[in-house]
T-cell receptor
Framework: GQNIDQPTEMTATEGAIVQINCTYQ??????LFWYQQHAGEAPTFLSY????GLEEKGRFSSFLSRSKGYSYLLLKELQMKDSASYLC?????????FGAGTTVTVRA | GAVVSQHPSRVICKSGTSVKIECRSL??????MFWYRQFPKQSLMLMAT?????????EQGVEKDKFLINHASLTLSTLTVTSAHPEDSSFYIC????????????FGQGTRLTVV
């Protein structure tokens, strides 16, 4: 199975940058996703990494190091609407497993 | 991205009754669909994997006789919670992919089940 760890909560100021770390242990690794989930809603896709390195998409960037079993999601120029839970999810042996999620609170 | 539609979005049922949740892929054929359950402030937990035309594969600890999954076509999978109890109250989410090895999963909107 997979073991996925990420911080429970983070707080940041509007306009700032926040980095959410995720470490994982899995067999048959085939990619790592980051999802955003607002309360009571389904997750929405943010990014996908399968090779080492940084993927940038607008204000959001995601980094992967397969040798270290490590990823981070970087949120820049934080906006109030970015307050949500951010889920790290790993595909291992063709199964998608989720971390517990990091609740990010953006304050004015 | 592809669209997955899940229905109903909310349902309240009495204890002991059964509830059916539908998950449809609207613009693609989903060989594989996944059913997750999420309790408040917890992560999504995979319940089962269903493949069109074959029996679902349930994760450890999930009762297959209580959570019936039917994936009769390439665009529809259903989850039936039988003899529901208050502890089954949760957020149920389906996702679909194009097949084994396909890396992206597309999520339905989720179903909030409340058993009273």
């Amino acid at each position: 199975g997979q073991n996925i760890d990420q911080p429970t909560e983070m707080t940041a100021t509007e306009g700032a940058i926040v980095q959410i770390n995720c470490t994982y242990q899995t067999s048959g690794f085939n990619g790592l996703f980051w999802y955003q989930q607002h309360a009571g809603e389904a997750p929405t896709f943010l990014s996908y990494n399968v090779l080492d390195g940084l993927e940038e998409k607008g204000r959001f960037s995601s980094f992967l190091s397969r040798s270290k079993g490590y990823s981070y999601l970087l949120l820049k120029e934080l906006q109030m609407k970015d307050s949500a839970s951010y889920l790290c999810a790993v595909i291992g042996d063709y199964k998608l497993s989720f971390g517990a999620g990091t609740t990010v609170t953006v304050r004015a | 991205g592809a669209v997955v539609s899940q229905h109903p979005s909310r349902v309240i049922c009495k204890s002991g009754t059964s509830v059916k949740i539908e998950c449809r892929s609207l613009d693609f054929q989903a060989t594989t669909m996944f059913w997750y359950r999420q309790f408040p402030k917890q992560s999504l937990m995979l319940m089962a994997t269903s493949n069109e035309g074959s029996k679902a594969t349930y994760e450890q600890g999930v009762e297959k006789d209580k959570f019936l999954i039917n994936h009769a076509s390439l665009t529809l999978s259903t989850l039936t919670v039988t003899s529901a109890h208050p502890e089954d109250s949760s957020f149920y989410i389906c996702s679909a992919s194009l097949g084994v090895g396909d890396t992206e999963a597309f999520f339905g909107q989720g179903t909030r089940l409340t058993v009273v």
